[in-house]
C-alpha cells in the first residue's frame, strides 16, 4: 500500500529547492560588494572604492606639480598610517582628513582639511620644502612633514606604498581593478563634470577643461556621454594613470567604461581589463552611465 507524502512537506522541499537555485544564481551573477585591487609582479593590495579615489587623487595631485614616483610613495604611506586612505572627519584633538592635518597648526580651515585635493596639495607644500627628500628614508621625510608622536609607524606601509603608487602614477599598465558593486545612490556624472574633477586634481596643463573640438563646436563627443582625455605626451605612464584614476573613482561618478591602450574595463564585473580595440590612440576613452 502506497503512503502519501503530507502536503507541507512537498512544499517545503520545493521551498528549499528554490531557494538553493536562489544562492547559486546570486552567486554566479550577483557582483558583490564594491571593491578595488592593485595587482602587479610585485604583489597584490586590496582596497576599497573610497581608499582607492583618494589614493589616485593623491597622486594626481602630485602629477599636477610634477613631483616623482618618490613623493607619491611617501604621501600615501603617511595617508595609510594616518587614516587608512579614509577622509575621516575625527582623530587626535582637531586633526582631520587623509593626513590627519590640523587647523589649530595652521594646516587651513577644517572644510579645506577635508577636501582630498586641498589636503593632499598642503602635504605636499611641506615635503618638498625638505632638501633633498627623495633620498631620506621614508620615515625619516614623513616625519619631517607630520610632527608625529610615532615616526617609525610610516615604515610599516611602505612595501604597500610603493605597489600603488606604482599604480597610481601608471608605472604599472591595467594594475587596478574595481567592481562597482550596485545599486549606487548616485546619479551618474556628467562628462562636463568628469572633465571639471579630472582638471581639479590634474591641472588644467594636464587636463584641458574641454576638448578643442567640443570647444569649437559647442557639442561632439562628450555631449554623447562620452568624455577623451589626451595622455602626456612627454609622459609614457599619464595615460595609464589617467585610465587608473577613472577606474578608481568609477563608483561615485558612475562610469560605465575606461578604455586605453587597447585595453577597456567595464563597471559591474570582475573581469579586469578586457583586449578590446581602441581607436582613440593616445587618448583615455571614459563613457558615463545613461
Known sequence: MSVRRPRTLVVLALVLALGAAYVVIRMT?????????????????????????????????????????????????????????????????????????????????????????????????????????????????????????YP???????????????????????????????????????????????TREFGKDLVPDQEPAAAASGSGPEAEGTLRVPADANRAESGWQLAHWAVAHATTLRLEQVSYAGRTWTSGGDNGWQKKGNSDAGHVRLVTTH
Open 29 to 149: 551573477t550577483d557582483p558583490g560588494p564594491a571593491h578595488c585591487e592593485v595587482e602587479t609582479a610585485t604583489g597584490a593590495y586590496d582596497l576599497d572604492p573610497d581608499q582607492a579615489a583618494n589614493a589616485a587623487t593623491i597622486s594626481a595631485v602630485a602629477a599636477s606639480r610634477r613631483l616623482p614616483t618618490r613623493a607619491v610613495t611617501i604621501a600615501l604611506a603617511t595617508a595609510m598610517q594616518e587614516s587608512e586612505l579614509r577622509n575621516i572627519a575625527h582623530g587626535d584633538r582637531d586633526s582631520l582628513g587623509l593626513f590627519q592635518q590640523r587647523p589649530s597648526q595652521g594646516w587651513g580651515s577644517a572644510k579645506q582639511i577635508q577636501d582630498p585635493v586641498y589636503a593632499s596639495g598642503r602635504f605636499y607644500d611641506h615635503l618638498v620644502k625638505i632638501p633633498g627628500y627623495s633620498r631620506l628614508p621614508l620615515t625619516v621625510a614623513a616625519q619631517e612633514v607630520q610632527r608625529s608622536g
Open 152 to 198: 617609525q609607524a610610516y615604515a610599516k606601509h611602505e612595501t604597500s606604498a610603493t605597489l600603488l603608487a606604482a599604480a597610481f602614477t601608471g608605472r604599472e599598465r591595467a594594475a587596478l581593478n574595481c567592481t562597482t558593486g550596485e545599486g549606487e545612490e548616485t546619479a551618474p556624472a556628467t562628462t562636463k563634470q568628469v572633465r571639471a574633477q579630472l
